[in-house]
């Protein structure tokens, strides 16, 4: 007998922009190897965002900028193989793509060469403005990031909201306005202050994605092991945990330790 294969709606980036204008809010949670994407695909996720945030959560560094190109395509195409409905967009990582549009172009080739993810994520304004239209020019989708952007972790020195001043948020302004004009699908801005996210979001007709940015924005971006509880160091006002997994994995394998040493796993039932 076969078995029909289930017809799912893709999301793409033309998907996200009709979700905005008919005033739908995008949800989108990271992901970075197969079997989470699975689950978070399965449970109607619209956006997986392959973060360089792997960097943190899946090789222990302080920061992001370690992780190399190679293994943001490893985690990547280990997503891109467990969805069948959201879109994946990948996160083009420090030094991939700062020195010039040529080499940003060539890595973000091989994003979509050898991960088979739908688009690239690129943090900065006007710095990286030539970057990105040399990208989009060969037919690449760029969702652009803003706000907070932790590889200048080492320039701001700190993980501190961002843009409070007048200074900085009219230059995040008109970086929103410079990466609409430029052709990105999506903007993600990330630790400012909720009134700033507004007014940005109100200005551009591409989706703003928020983390840490308030409600008034067109979506909202958590990293999936903090918002599962995974990590239990990281508290940001922003963050709500709808699980903790921290401890409740902690207390399955610890039953499980103790099962094993008592001699209670496996029983009759468990074995051959
Ligand atoms: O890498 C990441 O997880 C991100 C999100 C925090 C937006 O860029």
Redesign the pocket.
Known sequence: MSVAKKEYKRITVKSLVDMKSRGEKISML?AYDYTMAKIVDGAGIDVI?V????SNVMAGHET?LPITLDQMIYHASSVVRAIDRSLVVV?LPFGSYQSDPKEALRSAIRIMKESGGHAV?M?GGKEVKDSIKRILNAGIPVMG?LGLT?QSIYKFGTYTVRAKEEEEAKRLKEDALMLEKAGCFAI?L?KIPATLAQEVAESVSIPV?G?GAGSGVDGQ???LHDMLGMTHEFNPRFLRRYMNLYEDMTNAIGQYVDDVKSEDFPNDEEQY
């Open positions: 990271t965002l973060g360089d945030s792997a992001t996160d994520k943090e990031h932790p993600v990330e994605i983390i971006v958590l990293v």
